[in-house]
C-alpha cells in the first residue's frame, strides 16, 4: 500500500527492557475489509533486548456477518493475540530456530510495522462456519420462516415425502 502503516513501532532508538504501546485503527486502514466496523484496538508489548525483540500483542476487533444458517446479520467481537520474535539481521541464527513468529531486522530498520500481522491475525479469528449462535435453528428451505423467531411444519412433511419416495423406489 505504500502509505504509512497506523500500527508502527520506531525502534531506532530504544532502550532495552519493556516498552509498551496502545493504538488504534479504522479496520480498512490496515487492508480489512467491509465487514469489520468499530475501531480495531491493540495492546503491543515489546521487550528488547541486545540482538533481538519479544513482542506480545492483543488485539480487539469487531466485525458483522452473515450467520450461515439463517442469513441473518450478527455482530461479533473478535479478540485474538498473537507474540513475534524480531531478531537483528543474521539470517543463519533465524534457520536454527525455524520458528515461523520470527522476523528478522536488519540494521537500517527504523522501525516495525505491525498492520500485516494484526490483519492476518485478525482475519484468523473468523471461524469456518459463521453462526449468529451455536444452536441457530436457520430457515426452512420449503416455506422460509426464520426458525429462531418462528416455527412451522413444513420442515417434517419434506422428509416425510422424501422417505415415501424411497420406500416406493426399494419396492419396485
Ligand atoms: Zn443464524
Ligand atoms: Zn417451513
Not at 487492508?31 to 506480545?56: H, N, P, Y
Not at 485474538?80 to 537500517?108: C, F, H, P, W
Request: glycine residues 4%.
Amino acid at each position: 500500500m505504500g502509505s504509512l502503516a497506523e500500527f508502527r513501532i520506531n525502534i531506532s532508538k530504544l532502550s532495552e527492557g519493556i516498552h509498551e504501546y496502545h493504538f488504534e485503527a479504522e479496520p480498512l486502514k490496515i487492508g480489512l475489509d467491509e465487514r469489520f466496523s468499530g475501531t480495531v484496538k491493540i495492546e503491543a508489548k515489546l521487550d528488547k533486548s541486545l540482538r533481538q525483540m519479544f513482542l506480545q500483542v492483543e488485539i480487539q476487533a469487531e466485525g458483522s456477518f452473515f450467520c450461515d444458517r439463517c442469513l441473518e446479520n450478527f455482530h461479533q467481537e473478535m479478540n485474538t493475540a498473537y507474540s513475534m520474535v524480531y531478531v537483528q539481521g543474521a539470517r543463519s541464527a533465524v534457520d536454527l530456530n525455524k520458528k515461523e513468529d520470527i522476523q528478522i531486522l536488519t540494521a537500517d530498520m527504523n522501525y516495525i510495522d505491525l498492520d500485516d500481522d494484526v490483519r492476518q491475525y485478525v482475519l484468523l479469528t473468523i471461524p469456518q462456519k459463521l453462526l449468529c449462535r451455536e444452536d441457530c435453528q436457520g430457515f426452512c428451505p420449503v416455506c422460509g420462516v426464520n426458525k429462531n423467531i418462528a416455527s412451522c411444519t413444513c420442515n417434517d412433511q419434506a422428509v416425510d415425502s422424501r422417505w415415501d419416495v424411497l420406500k416406493k423406489l426399494s419396492h419396485n
